[in-house]
């Protein structure tokens, strides 16, 4: 199994070169929110040129490279500024990406970008401030000349399977009634196998066998890339610590709670193996 989307078309670029479009892309953020046009069919970030009313709200503006060829900036939104009526804030979560998943994973790419910058203005090794590299994704120190690279958190999600019956459980930050499977990070020093079997283990209580890679993808809570598995059930009894995990169970495709969003591979992982996918 593998979990497919199309090529992204976006290639990063570090320095704006000298360009015939005639379009700008401009991707605005706050928090975890987009501001997109209104009247998209889709979803459709604005083009700067288009609606230069929204030089009033935005901060410092980001190149970050091309989409489709259209040069690509991403910002953020002065709070205390009212947003052009034309536009209105979508959350990054919602299922209105599922038609299009490329600008959805640019728009992580964005959110991601922005989270590296604020996190790394000045330096870890002497507090000076840093500057953006030109020829690579990076920043270096204007004090000690230190080069540091954007901020990746490698996590686990893997969906363990009995028989039929997958594992769900609904974490105590998760909105109610919804359930997913079990995903952590993984620790320094750890191989992506031992991640599986360490979550399971702290999550649930149970442990698992034929430990399979499924694929990946890039998310922006915790700027992680998720590294999906499967895995089958080999002993134990579900337990749970009631402070992570408030409750897990087996389901099965005809009794099963309600699912994360469909742009995620925990999705993807579950409607995989409940038999689900179309
Ligand atoms: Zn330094």
């Known amino acids: 199994m593998e979990y497919k989307r199309e090529d992204i078309p976006f290639r990063p670029e570090y320095k704006e070169l000298e360009t015939r479009s005639e379009k700008t892309i401009l991707l605005i953020y706050k928090k975890n929110h987009m501001l997109l046009l209104k009247a998209r069919k889709n979803v459709e970030a604005p083009d700067e040129k288009e609606h230069p ?37 979508v959350y990054l979560n919602d299922a209105s990406w599922i038609g299009d998943k490329n600008f959805f994973f640019t728009c992580v790419r964005g959110r991601t970008f922005l989270n590296w910058h604020h996190a790394s203005r ?6 000076e401030q840093t500057t953006f590299k030109e020829d690579e994704r990076a920043k270096r120190c204007l004090g000690c000349g230190n080069v540091s690279y954007p901020h990746i958190a490698p996590a686990i999600i893997v969906g363990v399977t009995k028989g039929d019956k997958l594992l769900l459980a609904h974490n105590a930050n998760f909105p109610e009634g919804l359930y997913s499977i079990i995903a952590g990070y993984v620790e320094q020093g750890e191989s992506l196998e ?36 499967t895995a089958e059930y080999e002993s134990g009894e579900i337990t749970v610590d009631h402070e992570e995990i408030v409750d897990a169970n087996w389901y099965d495709k005809d009794n099963f709670p309600i699912l994360p969003s469909p742009i995620s591979i925990a999705h993807q992982i579950i409607t995989d193996l409940l038999g689900l996918s179309k």
């Open 122 to 127: 000045f330096c870890g090794y002497c507090g």
């Open 194 to 229: 031992q991640a599986v079997r360490r979550e399971v283990e702290e999550e649930v209580g149970i442990k698992v066998k034929n430990i399979k890679y499924y694929g990946s993808t890039p998310w922006y809570n915790g700027d992680s890339l998720m590294l999906g598995f």
């Open 53 to 89: 009313e929204l030089k009033k709200g935005i901060k410092e503006k980001f190149f970050m490279g091309y989409f489709r060829e259209v040069p690509c900036y991403c910002t953020e939104w002065q709070e205390k500024v009212p947003i052009p009526e034309a536009f209105e804030w």
